[in-house]
């Protein structure tokens, strides 16, 4: 049986779901480069971030698209990401527990301020309490849009509940 090499991949989850760990450790084991989309949508600053417009957004979106490879990690699902989910060899959707991802956002606020972790934002309190409204939501909603939308993609849809065992796609 012939592996599956992949060489385009898109991360979808919630805050706090991995993601990013995730886009990391797969970077690292196929030597791919990974995007966040969070990058794709502001343009960090020292000072700030700024929300880079619809059409600065899709440029640099469809730049990192015609690169040969990449890995795009997360948790857009409207329109503009469409092309993502198009162009990719496998879409990873995380689906870890509520619960855990509502840790790992505690857990990462406390490690940001205590300036243990690194953060391409300013964790404030106000984003801080955002984020267990986004985790809300994508429960709630996103998950069921993603599916409803992208569900046309299912042979290409792994759905991962637990990140341990995911060596299996990439060995």
Not at 70 to 76: A, C, F, M, R
Not at 91 to 116: A, E, G, N, V
Not at 130 to 135: E, G
Request: hydrophobic share 35%; with cysteine; charged share 30%.
């Amino acid at each position: 049986m012939k592996k599956t090499i992949y060489k385009r991949i898109h991360i979808i989850g919630s805050v706090g779901s991995g993601k990013t760990t995730l886009a990391k450790e797969i970077s690292s084991w196929l030597d791919l480069p990974y995007y966040e989309l969070d990058n794709v949508v502001w343009i960090r600053l020292e000072s700030g971030d700024i929300r880079r417009t619809e059409q600065e957004r899709e440029e640099y979106l469809n730049s990192i698209l015609q690169l040969h490879s990449w890995i795009i990690e997360g948790i857009h699902n409207e329109d503009w990401v469409s092309d993502c989910f198009h162009s990719a060899d496998l879409i990873l959707f995380l689906d870890t527990k509520y619960s855990i991802r509502t840790y790992r956002i505690i857990k990462r606020f406390i490690k940001q301020k205590l300036r243990i972790e690194k953060a391409n934002y300013i964790p404030t309190l106000a984003i801080f309490l955002k984020m267990f409204k986004w985790n809300r939501y994508f429960e709630e909603v996103g998950k069921i849009n993603f599916f409803n939308k992208y569900g046309v993609y299912k042979d290409k849809i792994e759905v991962i509940n637990n990140t341990k065992g995911i060596k299996k796609y990439f060995n």
